[in-house]
């Protein structure tokens, strides 16, 4: 049985990216979640990784961290759950834009840091913040139009590339961003997944509060 040891389900984007993708595979494994910010969690989760952080995945006797690294762990563990397109094109963009996803888009994550429980009116949130959401909505039309015939996603089936892109379908929403039709029938595929109500269910039914990721606006409605 595989453990996954993840952070609060309302805030951290980074555990619920293989989280979702071990839902959606129908991977059995254990859930250890760690609330974050409290005096015990760094040592909480050192005791399963020595980069005491989250999302991390114990299989036997292997260890792995890093959302990324854990997927495609995943990928070669698991096969049959064909997390990465069969197609050689369409895999390597998958993984290009789960890297890119990985290593950039901060202008976006520090200004609208997930948040399950909450829904706000749109606004300027700033050129760095704009220039972000272009860009990642250049990506998914791109996918969309070049591989995603054959289903929702944007390889069509759904692959670790939307479990990379499952937060930030979030934060469009919470933050209420304005995005073309294209992204809006991905979001609503994304956000229709099972896997992803599950989860979010559970974010908004934590008791915890990290006042760090909350923004300093009025809510607009329930998410």
Known sequence: ?????????????????PWIALRQADIPFEEVLIPLDEPDTKARIL???????????KDGAVT???????????????PDAALWPSDPAARAM?????????????ALRDACPMNMRKRFAERDRGEEV???????????R??????????????????????MYAPVVSRFHSYSISVD????????????????????LAGVAEPWVLAHDEVDEPELAPA
């Open 130 to 140: 704009a220039r972000d959401v272009t860009r990642i909505l250049d990506i998914w």
């Open 94 to 106: 998958a993984r290009s834009i789960s890297a890119e996803m990985h290593a950039g888009f901060r």
């Open 181 to 200: 039709a294209t992204a809006r029938s991905y979001m609503s595929a994304v956000m229709g997944m099972p896997a992803f109500n599950e989860w979010r």
């Open 47 to 57: 005791e399963h990784s020595p980069a005491g952080k989250v999302p991390v995945l």
């Open 64 to 78: 792995v961290w890093e959302s990324l690294a854990i997927l495609d762990h995943l990928a070669e563990r698991y």
């Open 142 to 163: 791109d996918c969309r139009e070049r591989f995603g015939h054959a289903g929702p996603f944007l390889f069509g089936a759904f692959t670790a590339a939307d479990a």
């Open 1 to 17: 049985m595989l453990t996954l040891v993840i952070g609060n389900k309302n805030y951290s984007s980074w555990s619920l990216r």
